[in-house]
Nanobody
Framework: QVQLVESGGGLVQPGGSLRLSCAASGYTYSSCCMGWFRQSPGKEREGITAIYTGDSTGGTTYYAGSVQGRSTISLDRAQNIMYLTIDAMKPEDTATYYC???????????????????WGQGTQVTVS
């Protein structure tokens, strides 16, 4: 059974950094995308970053404009753990962050079209 478990959420000060982890078990994703989504109160869930697991260098990544330039997604293949770091955190980054996997991403595919099959339970991040 596939399971994605996020960790690392909590309270972050404005201007601080966030680091989230997503441990995958029950399956190793090897030719699809994994990524991070978030949902703020009253807003739709949005995809913010993705990584293509078929690139062993980890260099095929995509970022939404809201986190472009201040975030990094990475994948530890040996441990089957995905990471997200966001620097210069803002109050508007407050949201529940979700790890997701098994979807198609690419340079011409908008994050709103990412459709993960597998989801984590989410972890709350508050910037205050």
């Amino acid at each position: 059974q596939v399971q994605l478990v996020e960790s690392g959420g909590g309270l972050v000060q404005p201007g601080g950094s966030l680091r989230l982890s997503c441990a995958a078990s029950g399956y190793t994703y090897s030719s699809c995308c994994m990524g991070w989504f978030r949902q703020s109160p009253g807003k739709e869930r949005e995809g913010i970053t993705a990584i293509y697991t078929g690139d062993s260098t980890g260099g095929t990544t995509y970022y939404a404009g809201s986190v472009q330039g201040r975030s990094t997604i990475s994948l530890d293949r040996a441990q089957n753990i995905m990471y997200l770091t966001i620097d210069a955190m803002k109050p508007e980054d407050t949201a529940t962050y979700y790890c997701a996997a098994d979807f198609v991403c690419g340079p011409h595919i908008q994050p709103r079209l990412w459709g993960p099959k597998d989801w984590g339970q989410g972890t709350q991040v508050t910037v205050s």
